[in-house]
């Protein structure tokens, strides 16, 4: 089945420790995204990739990174400079409709709690 | 500029009776748009999307939409709400503005609906 793995679907780390989290494709699409949730909000970008090699802040990418070497993967990784990690980070990928439109389609999401 | 109100944070409903989750958005453009819902600790799944094709939409599970240009509304409706809509779900628009040679998506803040027994 085609789809979007993250892993591991829960995950706790001391404050101060930088953290990295999977997001593996295998829907040979080219975009993928990295977003964050937290309650009663929707979700906020926070990176983003067209291609390999290639990537772009989102709107709140202060404490975060990301690398794109292949096509499939797209890690997260949560630094010790960003100030409130403990949310719901969910990784989606998009394939384009049309000329004016694209689907995005997501991955279960890692809940990080950070104490 | 670009942005989504879903009209209502909760919306609680008896089984069997009607859904109505309200979406409003503002684009520069005839934009795409989706909704999403989301169960708990889990990821969005699609359930409708128009895109500049038929104005109602049908999606999976019974849910529909209709795009009204005129009202700059894109509300979600079920006819029988069952125990399983119980969820939280998300109104999205896709614009034309490109940044990097993609598109702007924008996320309501969600709706969540209880379904009671």
């Known amino acids: 089945d085609g789809g979007i793995t993250q892993s591991p679907k829960y995950l706790f780390r001391k404050e101060g420790q930088n953290v990295t989290l999977s997001c593996e494709q295998n829907?040979?699409?080219?975009?993928m995204y990295w977003y964050r949730q937290d309650p009663g909000q929707g979700l906020r970008l926070i990176y983003y990739?067209?291609?390999?090699?290639?990537?772009q802040k989102g709107d709140i990418a202060e404490g975060y990174s990301v690398s794109r070497e292949k096509k499939e993967s797209f890690p997260l990784t949560v630094t010790s400079a960003q100030k409130n990690p403990t949310a719901f980070y969910l990784c989606?990928?998009?394939?384009?409709?049309?000329?004016?439109?694209?689907?995005?389609?997501f991955g279960p999401g890692t809940r990080l709690t950070v104490t | 500029a670009q942005s989504v109100t879903q009209l209502d944070s909760h919306v609680s409903v008896s089984e069997g009776t009607p859904v109505l989750l309200r979406c409003n958005y503002s684009?520069?453009?005839?934009?795409?748009l989706f909704w999403y819902v989301q169960h708990p600790n889990k990821g969005l799944q699609l359930l409708l999307k128009?895109?500049?094709?038929?104005?109602l939409v049908k999606g999976i599970n019974g849910f529909e939409a209709e795009f009204k240009k005129s009202e700059t509304s894109f509300h979600l409706t079920k006819p029988s709400a069952h125990m399983s809509d119980a969820a939280e779900y998300f109104c999205?628009?896709?614009?034309?503005?490109?940044?990097?040679?993609?598109?702007?998506?924008?996320f309501g803040a969600g709706t969540r609906l209880f379904v009671k027994a």
């Open positions: 999205v628009v896709s614009d034309l503005m490109r940044l990097g040679g993609g598109f702007k998506t924008i």
């Open positions: 128009y895109t500049s094709a038929a104005t």
């Open positions: 684009s520069s453009y005839s934009p795409s």
């Open positions: 989606a990928s998009s394939i384009a409709l049309n000329d004016r439109a694209y689907e995005q389609y």
């Open positions: 990739s067209q291609i390999v090699n290639d990537f």
């Open positions: 829907l040979n699409h080219d975009a």
